[in-house]
Nanobody, 125 residues
Framework: VQLQASGGGEVQPGGSLRLSCAAS????????IGWFRQAPGKEREEVSC??????????TYADSVKGRFTISIDKSKNRVDLQMNSLKPEDTAVYYC?????????????????WGQGTQVTVSS
């Protein structure tokens, strides 16, 4: 049972990257899946979260990435992607994905069942 994060790299400001978080050993249907990031010397920040099954709907973005990042689900691949456009140097961080069974997005950081390994994103000219 694991989450596998991939897709990081180095891009210039204004560029794009697409991160993927693939689950193995379990299906994501009843989970909240979120992307977090941590830059050197800074606290971990929740970037975006989505719950696949939610009566009220649960889709969140940090203010700092709204309009630039898009989270999406590929059920056929049991995977959640994070499309990151218009990247800025301040987006540089290690990005992690996490999954919490029947957790609301608001509780994911504290109550995740699984965490993926980090993938480095560097935005630099």
């Amino acid at each position: 049972v694991q989450l596998q994060a991939s897709g990081g790299g180095e891009v210039q400001p204004g560029g794009s990257l697409r991160l993927s978080c693939a689950a193995s050993g379990f299906t994501l249907d009843d989970y909240a899946i979120g992307w977090f990031r941590q830059a050197p010397g800074k606290e971990r920040e929740e970037v975006s979260c989505i719950r696949i099954r939610s009566i009220a709907g649960n889709l969140t973005y940090a203010d700092s990435v709204k309009g630039r990042f898009t989270i999406s689900i590929d059920k056929s691949k049991n995977r959640v992607d994070l499309q990151m456009n218009s990247l800025k140097p301040e987006d540089t961080a290690v990005y992690y994905c996490a999954a919490g069974w029947f957790r609301p997005c608001s509780a994911l950081a504290q109550d995740a069942n699984y965490w993926g390994q980090g993938t480095q994103v560097t935005v630099s000219s």
